[in-house]
């Protein structure tokens, strides 16, 4: 069976610091892979998803970026923090090139920047 | 460019009551759409989804309604159980993309 895990599952930060931010897929080959955020009481924000390594398509320009140096490992980094980042941080995969399925989930990261 | 939106943050309805959680979109080229349900400081889990061909699905408790001409879908659950207190989010998907609504905090009360 499929699993993704992404860590730490809490972080606090200070503004200016580097953040980076992991996810790992297992049991699956291939899978498209996202990074969405929750700020405080808004929805669920689409930030970078991936078909592919190396492949990374952003979604909204701002202080963060992603990487994908393995096919089932999905990185999301910053150089240097801004009180504005503060959210839940999600990582989610589906089946690599499929028209119709899910999205899953993995436990998220909340992300606080003091 | 909000393409998904769930305008309604709240909805309080009496355990065996049904539940109505709405949802609008933008793009007409959503292929399907989902439904997913979310309990604090977790991620969201799969509840049911609709294909754009379609105008209703069901799945126990839970169904979707697709209207769309209105741009509209909807997700209906009977009866309401208070274990489905939780934040609903609808989503579109487009080319390898989901996008996801603001949620809709449910609560449904004993």
């Known amino acids: 069976s499929q699993t993704i895990h992404q860590w730490p599952a809490t972080l606090v930060q200070p503004v200016g610091s580097p953040l980076s931010l992991e996810c790992t897929v297992e049991?699956?080959?291939?899978?498209?892979l996202y990074w969405y955020r929750q700020a405080a009481g808004r929805g669920l924000q689409l930030l970078f998803y991936?078909?592919?390594?190396?492949?990374i398509s952003s979604e909204v320009p701002q202080n963060l970026s992603a990487s994908r140096p393995q096919d089932r490992q999905f990185i999301l980094s910053s150089k240097k923090l801004l009180l504005s980042d503060s959210g839940f941080y999600l990582c989610?995969?589906?089946?690599?090139?499929?028209?119709?399925?899910?999205?899953?989930f993995g436990e998220g990261s909340r992300l606080t920047v003091l | 460019d909000q393409q998904v939106k769930q305008n309604s943050p709240s909805l309080s309805v009496q355990e065996g009551r049904i539940s109505i959680l709405n949802c609008d979109y933008t793009?007409?080229?959503?292929?399907?759409f989902l439904w997913y349900k979310k309990y604090p400081a977790e991620g969201p889990t799969f509840l049911i989804s609709?294909?754009?061909?379609?105008d209703k699905n069901e799945d126990g408790r839970f169904t979707v309604f697709l209207n769309k001409s209105a741009k509209h879908l909807s997700l209906h659950i009977v009866p309401s159980q208070p274990g489905d207190s939780a934040v609903y989010f609808c989503?579109?998907?487009?080319?390898?993309?989901?996008?996801f609504g603001s949620g809709t905090k449910l609560n449904v009360k004993p």
């Open positions: 609709i294909s754009s061909i379609k």
């Open positions: 049991g699956t080959s291939n899978p498209n």
């Open positions: 991936s078909v592919g390594i190396g492949q």
């Open positions: 989610a995969w589906s089946v690599g090139g499929s028209v119709a399925g899910e999205l899953f």
């Open positions: 793009n007409s080229m959503f292929d399907y």
């Open positions: 989503a579109g998907y487009n080319f390898n993309k989901f996008y």
